[in-house]
């Protein structure tokens, strides 16, 4: 269900916010279009692990994300944008569907710890 | 003033017949002070490089401040640079009574460095984008100066060299395509003859890691050097096309040895961090081979930038124990010129200055299990502790490593190395990534992990005195959290050591007896150095805290890293009252 939000929530933001930047970022997006590629978990431990530590499990230099009552349009926009001093934008490099396979694994994550 | 000088003095001419070094209280010809302290043993009066002089010792000869006044040591003056993003991290500089240091976004102070007046300051204006997309963004390390200028390296890929006496820019050379490559530099440039050395991210970075040499009248870049695949013996060493994307990067700045005529480098890991091949890495995985030359320790002729020889610290590092620690200290045993290097892992390397062969190693981290031990012979990794993909558990050091970039000092007087080792460990699962790329996303990792105590015991740290070459340990004083910010060595026979928590303390450099300390009220994650201005000793110390590895401090060792902010900083100075 979650993931279906997900996947609903990030969707509708790729409709309604279409600048020439996202356009072209889109069109750039170099990651290959193979099913590894899209898969969330894999992007998450290339890029996302160092600081959401355990998977996103656990807090460590970042904050634990399972379970987070965050909205998705707020991880989106926190994933794009970054935060001065603490996370880095992701904005210029992900694509809107890499951008909803990192959702979706959020999502998926017990919080169990 | 004059009883002072004159004290200091003698002091100073005790000490020239120990270590050859300048030594004076009073202001000289600021090119040849300059020149001096940064070839010679001591510094002097000024702190010119990085390291204090180009041997790394991070040691002042000044001896006014020492184990019978230090009690008496108070703040002089205190400079807010604003918008210390991670802290202030960088270290200051000190020629002919001015101090100059940068902070985040690379802005850089002229202060006068008895007072603190500010005497000019230069912000320049960064691409934005680039800045909020970078990771370890947006704090510098350091500066350097040479030919009247200083010298800073920006996060979006640039180096400029600003008029000592006005701040106005006399060049700004793009040196990295960080809008490609979203990598730039955060270390300090090292300034060698008429060159200009510094070295760009790396490690994680997929990408080849390069090392500039610039002409530092002009800031026309005369030689570019990668450490990953950066000559044909290299690139055999990176299976198919891994070395495209293979991380390195050079992202301290190193030391110099004139009488050869080599800059010392350190590198960094190669990319992705972990490697899912386990065992298996010289066959196949994400980057078969050693990975030349990834946390290795080159030595470069700075005036072509040509390799001369090298020793790789980590064949196929696959744990992120990288050799960018910058330090390289420099000193004599019987006959021997020896350089010192501390490798991220745990173990100090000691080589031989002429062609990098190892003379010893020896540990000073004590829950290092990724290796069984480093053959103190040749160098070599016993028992490696390959890591294949699925879970692991206790794997030590943890990624913040058994010593991290910070540096520590060496005392001619007393004849020891002080160093700070870390305790702690980390549960991982090895998994298989893809690099993001065009552009760049910062960071391959290839690995989930999670930091976690030693098996009996809390993490923690240490800071101890011991022989440089040998390891033998002659103390020892323990810290509930592992201290992250350089150390001072100093004349007065003081050890100098800037905490997590705040307090600056100052020990007896041949017992370790804690003798003073001072609260400045926000943990510690840059510099420290001495110097003399207007015949008084000062100690300056850049506070602040925030960088990747104390952002780990607050999951594991709670208060009051919980809630230390992480947008301050300042410059401290003290001197006695």
Redesign the interface.
């Given at each position: 269900m979650r993931h279906i939000l997900a996947v609903a929530v990030a969707v509708t933001l790729m409709a309604t916010v279409v600048s020439a930047q996202e356009r072209s970022r889109t069109q750039s997006a170099a990651v290959p279009s193979t099913d590894d590629a899209l898969d969330g978990e894999k992007l998450f431990g290339t890029l996302c692990g160092f600081c959401h530590q355990g998977g996103g499990r656990v807090a460590g230099r970042g904050p634990k994300l399972a379970g987070t009552d965050r909205p998705d349009e707020y991880l989106l926009n926190r994933i794009r944008v970054g935060k001065e001093g603490a996370m880095p934008a992701y904005g210029r490099a992900f694509s809107e569907t890499q951008l909803r396979a990192l959702i979706a694994y959020i999502r998926s994550l017990k919080d169990d710890q | 003033m004059t009883t002072q000088r004159t004290v200091l003095h003698l002091a100073c001419l005790a000490l020239v017949v120990l270590v050859a070094g300048a030594c004076s209280m009073s202001t000289s010809d600021a090119g040849t002070t300059r020149a001096t302290a940064m070839a010679e043993p001591g510094g002097g009066n000024d702190w010119t490089t990085y390291h204090g002089t180009y041997q790394s010792w991070h040691y002042s000869p000044l001896t006014q401040i020492n184990t019978d006044n230090v009690k008496r040591l108070r703040v002089a003056w205190v400079h807010h640079p604003g918008r210390s993003?991670?802290g202030l991290q960088s270290t200051p500089l000190v020629a002919d009574g001015v101090l100059y240091y940068t902070g985040?976004y690379s802005r850089v102070w002229a202060l006068d460095a008895a007072t603190g007046k500010p005497l000019w300051s230069y912000f320049p204006k960064l691409n934005d984008?680039l800045v909020?997309?970078?990771?370890h963004?947006?704090y510098t390390r350091g500066i350097a100066l040479g030919q009247g200028k200083v010298f800073v390296g920006t996060v979006d890929g640039r180096l400029i060299a600003l008029d000592m006496k006005t701040g106005q820019p006399a060049w700004d050379t793009k040196l990295v395509n960080s809008e490609k490559l979203?990598v730039g530099f955060t270390g300090a440039p090292l300034f060698v003859k008429d060159k200009v050395v510094i070295g760009a991210q790396g490690g994680?970075w997929p990408g080849r890691g390069p090392i500039f040499g610039v002409d530092a009248a002009s800031g026309r870049k005369v030689w570019e050097f990668f450490t990953v695949a950066g000559t044909e013996e290299a690139m055999k060493t990176w299976g198919g096309e891994s070395w495209k994307t293979g991380g390195g990067g050079g992202w301290m700045a190193g030391g110099y040895d004139p009488e050869t005529n080599t800059v010392w480098w350190g590198t960094g890991n190669p990319a992705?961090l972990y490697d899912w091949a386990g065992s298996d890495w010289k066959t196949s995985g994400p980057r078969p081979g050693d990975n030349l030359f990834t946390s290795s320790i080159i030595a470069l002729d700075p005036d072509t930038g040509k390799l001369k020889f090298y020793h790789q610290e980590l064949p196929h590092d696959a744990w992120d124990f990288d050799s960018a620690v910058g330090e390289f200290v420099m000193l004599e045993r019987d006959g021997k010129k020896l350089v010192v290097h501390p490798n991220k892992g745990g173990h100090v390397f000691v080589y031989d200055r002429k062609d990098a062969s190892v003379v010893n190693v020896w540990q000073l981290a004590k829950n290092i299990n990724f290796v069984r031990g480093v053959d103190p012979k040749t160098g070599a990794l016993i028992g490696r502790r390959d890591l294949p993909l699925g879970k692991h558990t206790n794997l030590c050091p943890a990624i913040a490593g058994g010593m991290s970039w910070n540096s520590g000092a060496y005392s001619p007087k007393t004849g020891l190395y002080y160093k700070i080792g870390q305790e702690w460990c980390m549960d991982l699962?090895v998994?298989?990534?893809?690099?993001?790329?065009?552009?760049?996303?910062?960071?391959?990792?290839?690995?989930?992990?999670?930091?976690r105590n030693p098996e009996g015991a809390k993490a923690h740290g240490h800071l101890s005195g011991r022989d440089p070459v040998t390891g033998a340990k002659k103390w020892e004083v323990m810290f509930p959290e592992p201290p992250l910010a350089s150390l001072l060595a100093t004349g007065g026979n003081l050890v100098f050591v800037p905490d997590p928590r705040g307090m600056l303390r100052a020990y007896n450099a041949e017992t370790g007896q804690e003798l003073w300390s001072h609260n400045n009220g926000i943990g510690h994650n840059g510099g420290i150095i001495s110097y003399a201005a207007k015949g008084k000793q000062y100690i300056a110390v850049a506070t602040g805290w925030?960088s990747?590895v104390g952002?780990?401090f607050?999951?594991l060792f709670g208060e009051p890293y919980k809630s230390m902010p992480?947008?301050s900083g300042a410059i401290v100075v003290f001197t006695l009252e």
């Open positions: - | 993003t991670r985040s984008d909020a997309a970078q990771t963004s947006p979203t994680e992705p699962e998994i298989k990534t893809t690099p993001v790329l065009e552009p760049q996303a910062q960071l391959d990792i290839g690995a989930n992990f999670t930091l925030g990747l952002d780990e607050g999951a992480k947008d």
